[in-house]
């Protein structure tokens, strides 16, 4: 299953969602496309009346592929 990064208005990194669920994002006009690889949407409005869990991510590129590591610690 593949998720989609998402960064708030701040450009702070929130959980991953599905594709199905970018894609609603998207063609609601909530969010836009803030990078095309790794494929990562940003939201137009803060949240600032939900409490979310910010989440660290960090990109390892390698010879043949590159990883993406995505955790709850900001210290990754």
Same mark, same amino acid.
């Given at each position: 299953?593949?998720? =989609?990064?998402i960064?708030?208005?701040? $450009? @702070? #990194? %929130?959980?991953? =969602? *599905?594709?199905?669920?970018? *894609? %609603?994002?998207?063609? @609601?006009?909530?969010?836009?496309? &803030? $990078? *095309?690889?790794?494929?990562?949407?940003i939201l137009?409005e803060?949240?600032? +009346?939900?409490?979310?869990? @910010?989440?660290? &991510?960090?990109? +390892? #590129?390698?010879?043949?592929t590159?990883?993406?590591?995505v955790?709850?610690?900001?210290?990754?």
């Amino acid at each position: 299953m593949s998720k =989609v990064l998402i960064l708030d208005a701040n $450009q @702070q #990194p %929130l959980y991953p =969602v *599905r594709i199905s669920c970018a *894609r %609603l994002l998207l063609s @609601q006009g909530k969010a836009t496309v &803030f $990078q *095309r690889y790794p494929f990562t949407i940003i939201l137009k409005e803060s949240l600032s +009346h939900l409490t979310l869990e @910010q989440l660290g &991510f960090k990109i +390892h #590129p390698g010879v043949k592929t590159t990883n993406i590591i995505v955790g709850k610690d900001k210290k990754i």
